[in-house]
């Protein structure tokens, strides 16, 4: 039995169909029987995981730091068990934050953050970089906005580069814009793609195709994303989670094993309790049923999840619930029985969770610590 990782690349659809076509029983997981080693990349007042990029059999590994230099963004490679020396990026920075990034073609990594703009400070742009397997910058930082951006999410195109979809404009009527990233980090023509839209979300499905979802009018839309826009008519999927005054939502995130899509919402309450709420439903379905909290085995409600940031068969899901980190697995719109990964542990937001191109899974997570963050990362072995 074995994990199914669903290639993103449009040149490897031919895998995505064949991961499709697979039995449920070859598509079930390997339980984890081993946790790896914890290996701890910073000590940085940061509240999100480092962002991780697959290269070879290595990963790079990005986060924002801050000392008597100012803020900074660095970088550090990550091998099998042993870390190389951090890299400060000469990519002088305001106050960035949001940071995110895909693979690119030999290694390299294209590296997305939100910061001011130096001419209009209360407004935060989205920019880019193209950073080699060597941790040297290529290219940027490149503004791949004209506008304020509100959130951001990536998808791999047919050719190493990015698309990236976000909510500018307006702060009061957000719409959603795109653009595509090639794979040297040059942006091409942006195109507004909808009207209303904040928090998009995008993934895959077992076809190929591309959904991107996003909250509009209290409601969850959902489109399929193609060439840059959106191909057809948006379905409004179901009613959006509501949230109460002073309550916040920290991120959404979207997951698939390749029939089902799978969205997840981590929301910290005024009161200050961390939860995670989720739909789920069929891509072929034009109706989901409505958000439901996402609880444990004992009821209590889950703090953080984040589901894979590719398709999968089953779908692995980093979850905190109580002080254990674990993994749920998604199947034909259902989740596993935890597996438990790492215990006791504290998270500041969100787990993220990456694959290796052999499927081996890697969690990293910002913990806190007194006046800086640990930003750690364990490599779950099979």
Request: aromatic share 8%.
């Amino acid at each position: 039995m074995r994990l199914v990782v669903l290639p993103l690349r449009i040149g490897l659809m031919a895998m995505l169909l064949a991961g499709a076509a697979c039995s449920p029983q070859e598509q079930a997981a390997d339980p984890p029987i081993a946790r790896g080693t914890t290996l701890t990349l910073a000590q940085t007042p940061q509240t999100d995981p480092p962002v991780l990029i697959p290269s070879g059999g290595r990963l790079l590994a990005f986060w924002i730091g801050s000392d008597e230099r100012g803020v900074h963004q660095d970088a550090r490679i990550v091998h099998q068990d042993a870390l190389e020396r951090v890299v400060t990026l000469p990519l002088p920075p305001i106050h960035p934050y949001a940071q995110d990034g895909l693979s690119a073609p030999d290694g390299s990594a294209l590296l997305f953050w939100l910061d001011e703009h130096p001419e209009t400070p209360e407004r935060a742009a989205l920019y880019a970089a193209w950073i080699s397997a060597n941790l040297e910058v290529e290219r940027g930082p490149v503004q791949v906005s004209d506008m304020p951006v509100y959130q951001y999410a990536l998808m791999t195109d047919a050719a190493g580069g990015a698309w990236a979809v976000w909510s500018g404009g307006a702060a009061g009527e957000p719409a959603l814009f795109a653009r595509q990233i090639d794979y040297e980090g040059r942006p091409l023509e942006a195109r507004q793609i909808f009207s209303r839209g904040a928090y998009p979300a995008l993934t895959y499905d077992a076809l190929g195709r591309r959904w991107l979802f996003w909250l509009a009018n209290g409601q969850i839309w959902r489109g399929q994303f193609e060439n840059g826009q959106l191909a057809g008519e948006p379905e409004a999927l179901t009613a959006a989670l509501q949230l109460g005054p002073g309550d916040r939502l920290t991120g959404l995130k979207a997951g698939s094993d390749g029939t089902f899509g799978y969205l997840f919402w981590n929301v910290a309450r005024a009161a200050g309790a961390a939860e995670t709420w989720m739909i789920v439903g069929s891509f072929n379905d034009p109706y989901w049923a409505q958000p439901r909290r996402l609880n444990d085995e004992a009821g209590a409600p889950v703090r953080f999840a984040a589901p894979l940031d590719q398709p999968a068969a089953p779908l692995p899901v980093a979850i905190l619930q109580g002080d254990a980190l674990v993994l749920r697995y998604g199947e034909a719109g259902l989740l596993s029985d935890p597996i438990a990964v790492l215990s006791p542990l504290d998270l500041l937001r969100a787990p993220a969770l990456r694959a290796q191109p052999d499927g081996e899974l890697v969690i990293a997570w910002a913990s806190p610590g007194g006046a800086a963050a640990s930003l750690n990362l364990l490599r779950v072995e099979r």
